[in-house]
């Protein structure tokens, strides 16, 4: 057990976890947003971030820091935490990204992870190879192995009681990715970025980024606290919670401010294309589009990059929320709709119900099917598990009308779930909220519960009075199941 991370609440893939960072004395409440700091070019101060955006872990580069004349010197005299005027948690990346951007760096995994400990840093992070999607297996698999190397070599550097990344690499290869986050699990290193996923953020492919970090949260175990590297738009956190992401770092507040781009949960505004302001945070309060435009550009990046945080932080809090309520399948859901390549990701986040489904409390407060793929959710794979488990007798009749004395028993079906026995019928997530007008995927799925039971209980004889389902979904009753049709009076 790695007794720094501990999980508090839990929905779907998404927890509410609370990691202990010793070197800084402070414990962060995850998921939690890490806002990047280049200390050469500061846009919002770190004592600020803390003080007005409630930041209580911040993230910056060693490497920067190391080949900068000036700062090395002050980070050795002063440490990290005074350099950046920052009480809370201080995580260092090493020169992976430099070393990925340009192909070569001045320094190795003893070297900067020293010099992270020597500075002060809170979380250090090895030379890892940041392998970009779509390359080779037999490339992915070698720089795989130079990545776990380091992270073995990690292990053994004495760095006290700094905690340590075990980045997870792989390229766009799921096995490589399980296979990583099995190893970085099994050694004694502390939080687990899931790296070198940016350039598939970049080309909006939300569902390979859903796959891959599935695949990384395979071989991980839940006591890993896991870093999506370099996801910093509020608009892809909650799907990314829902994976099972606990930390985020944000460039992003800073660098798309200075492009003048505002960001929101569903997507970027450029602040020369905006009327008015779509957003009640102190900044967009007292400032109008034009006011904003009217700025020195040194004013309006610092405005807009602290609109930006504000979003950010402020989509965190809705999304612990969410966990809180166990409603973050719905508001993924809502937020899918921001984006085509978004709703990918979604569609790509059921494909995974089934693991999502492990840590997804047995009962909540509501289930509300709000499109198709509600159908694919967690709690509809957990009820059609449970029908395996379930064993009728004799004539059974499975109905969404009346109950009938002329069968041995009597069973409700409720899309999407299917067929269930009447004393569940007041349990989560049975007791869903429905629209009226049910999609295809509704019925299909009730359908696919219908063949199950009747898959497992062969020696039963059942029959289904269904609704006027739709041919797509009666194709999927097994032949050996009576069908009828309420609505053309077939009872
Ligand atoms: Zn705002």
């Known amino acids: 057990m790695r007794e720094q991370f501990e999980v508090r609440d839990s929905d779907a893939g998404g927890r509410i976890g ?36 409630g930041a209580e872990i911040i993230i910056t580069n060693s490497y920067i820091i190391k080949t900068t004349d000036g700062l090395e010197a002050d980070a050795r005299e002063q440490g990290l935490h005074d350099l950046l005027d920052f009480d809370g948690a201080i995580v260092t990346d090493s020169g992976s990204f430099q070393l990925a951007e340009y192909g070569e760096i001045d320094t190795n995994t003893e070297d900067i992870l020293q010099f992270q400990h020597e500075i002060g840093s809170d979380i250090g992070t090895p030379v890892d190879i940041p392998t970009p999607p779509d390359v080779s297996h037999e490339r992915a698999e070698s720089e795989l192995r130079t990545t776990q190397e380091r992270l073995e070599l990690a292990e053994t550097i004495d760095v006290g009681d700094m905690l340590v990344n075990a980045p997870v690499q792989g390229s766009t290869h799921v096995d490589l990715r399980e296979e990583a986050g099995a190893h970085a699990a ?35 175990s839940r006591d890993c606290p896991v870093h999506l590297f370099g996801a910093g738009h509020p608009m892809m956190f909650a799907l990314a919670v829902a994976m099972g992401c606990d930390l985020f770092d ?10 003048g781009r505002y960001l929101t949960v569903d997507g970027t505004e450029h602040v020369e294309e905006l009327d008015y302001m779509p957003c009640s945070c102190p900044v967009c309060v007292d400032e109008t589009p034009a006011s904003l435009r009217a700025m020195d550009d040194r004013d309006r990046e610092e405005a807009l990059a602290a609109h930006n945080l504000h979003v950010t932080f402020a989509e965190m809090r809705t999304i612990k929320q969410a966990i809180r309520d166990g409603d973050l399948m719905e508001l993924v859901e809502r937020r899918a709709r921001a984006h085509p390549a978004m709703l990918d990701g979604y569609r790509a986040l059921t494909d995974h119900a089934a693991q999502l489904e492990e840590t997804d409390p047995a009962s909540k407060g509501s289930f509300f099917y709000l499109s198709n793929e509600s159908a694919a959710r967690p709690e509809v794979v957990r009820h059609h598990e449970r029908l395996d488990r379930l064993s009728p007798s004799g ?8 109950h009938s004395s002329d069968y041995d028993e009597s069973w409700p079906v409720v899309p999407p779930f299917g067929p269930f026995p009447k004393a569940l019928r007041n349990t989560y997530p049975l007791t869903a909220e429905m629209p009226s007008r049910l999609d295809r995927d509704a019925y299909e799925a009730a359908a696919s519960g219908v063949a199950r039971l009747a898959d497992v209980n062969s020696d039963t004889s059942f029959t289904l009075a269904h609704e006027d389902w739709p041919e797509s979904a009666l194709a999927l009753v097994p032949e050996s199941v009576t069908v009828e049709n309420l609505w053309r009076g077939e009872r």
């Open 395 to 402: 004539e059974v009749l499975l109905t969404e009308g009346d």
């Open 186 to 220: 099994a050694t004694d290193l502390d939080v687990f970025p899931v790296g070198a996923v940016v350039p598939l953020l970049n080309d909006y492919r939300y569902d390979e980024m859903v796959d891959v970090v599935a695949a990384s949260k395979r071989g991980l």
């Open 250 to 259: 944000s460039a992003a507040y800073a660098l798309y401010a200075r492009d």
């Open 18 to 53: 609370e990691l202990t960072v010793p070197r800084a004395g402070v414990t962060v409440e995850t998921p939690a947003l890490m806002p990047v700091v280049n200390p050469n070019i500061v846009t919002i101060e770190p004592s600020r971030m803390a003080d007005e955006f």
